[in-house]
């Protein structure tokens, strides 16, 4: 496996990030450098970058996670996540992504929730996203670090 430096993104990031997102189709919003990590190569190569983005309310979301193709593979989004986590003292944290990486995040100690555990804005984007992706095979999860099962009535 390569090593691979982790550190706070800087202003001369900007660029790359936007770039990196762009080339992962990620979503482009709330794309403000001063708070990414970096994954960088030895020599300097971007190897990539992910955020914990704040929203309204309180709630934190893991947000663009990206590795650049030639970096793909070799531990690279673990690095980020296991940094990103780290940094972040306050649960629980939210991602969205597709259904098919479910099983990466689990083994972060994420998991996906059920409409009635997601906060109003993760309801709203779901119901949105199961309109787009009603024709695909794909669809998006919505899951959460550090948030109580909430026990399903019979």
Not at 82 to 91: H, K, N, T
Request: hydrophobic share 45%; aromatic share 10%; charged share 25%.
């Amino acid at each position: 496996m390569a090593e691979f430096c982790l550190r706070p993104a800087a202003q001369a990031d900007s660029e790359a990030i936007r770039q990196i997102i762009r080339q992962t189709r990620l979503n482009p919003m709330g794309l403000d450098w001063r708070r990414f990590v970096i994954a960088e190569t030895p020599g300097g190569d971007f190897a990539g970058c992910g955020q914990i983005k704040p929203h309204r309310g309180r709630i934190l979301e893991l947000a663009s996670l990206a590795v650049a193709e030639p970096y793909r593979g070799q531990g690279v989004a673990r690095l980020l996540i296991q940094r990103l986590l780290a940094d972040e003292p306050f649960c629980p944290v939210y991602l969205t992504c597709r259904s098919e990486l479910g099983g990466f995040y689990k083994k972060f100690g994420f998991r996906a929730l059920s409409l009635a555990e997601m906060p109003s804005y993760y309801r709203w984007l779901s119901r949105l996203a199961s309109l787009l992706l009603a024709f695909s095979e794909s669809r998006m999860l919505v899951m959460a670090l550090g948030m109580p099962i909430v026990e399903k009535r019979v």
